[in-house]
DNA sequence: TTGTTGACTCCCG
DNA sequence: CCGGGAGCCAACA
């Protein structure tokens, strides 16, 4: 069985990814695509979950930027529902709209059993 | 096949 | 801390 349409596409990558991510944490694109294998690919990440399909059971909420803020400002009201997502999973927001990456950011690895 | 775009990130001033 | 410029990757037309 030569499965040539194994292939999954940086977005399946992407997704399964965010997927795994548990609520109350949040993760970057940059961490995302290291995780992906592409550090730099982090402009693609974004790419994915903005063609990310209506109805997915992927949380791209829990998605932002490096500087732990939302990338969807001035995007839509997308920007606040991602805000209102995160506060309802417990995820706090500061004054100027950012988060303590530090302490909600969220790695794969961890889910992997190494914690 | 090439060219353009994008929910990014880092460096410099 | 804020603003501007450059670089990377992947998908679409």
Redesign the pocket.
């Known amino acids: 069985m030569a499965g040539r349409e194994n292939r999954e ?3 399946d990558r992407v997704y399964a990814l965010v997927r795994r991510c548990p609520a109350g944490c949040v993760i ?4 995302v ?1 290291v995780a992906l294998g ?1 550090p ?13 399909p209506a109805g997915s059971d992927v949380p ?2 829990r ?5 732990g803020s939302i ?2 400002k001035g ?1 839509g009201a ?1 920007a606040d529902l ?1 805000r209102q997502l995160l506060e309802g999973e417990g995820v706090r927001f500061d004054t ?1 709209g950012r988060t303590e990456l530090a302490r909600y950011r969220w790695w794969p690895g961890e889910a992997n059993g190494e914690g």
């Not at 970057?28 to 961490?31: A, D, I, K, Q």
């Not at 998605?63 to 500087?67: Q, R």
């Open positions: 596409t940086f977005y970057t694109y940059g961490h695509a592409a730099m690919a982090s402009r693609a990440v974004g790419y994915a979950l903005h063609n990310l791209w909420w998605v932002i930027n490096a500087t990338s969807l995007r997308q991602q100027n």
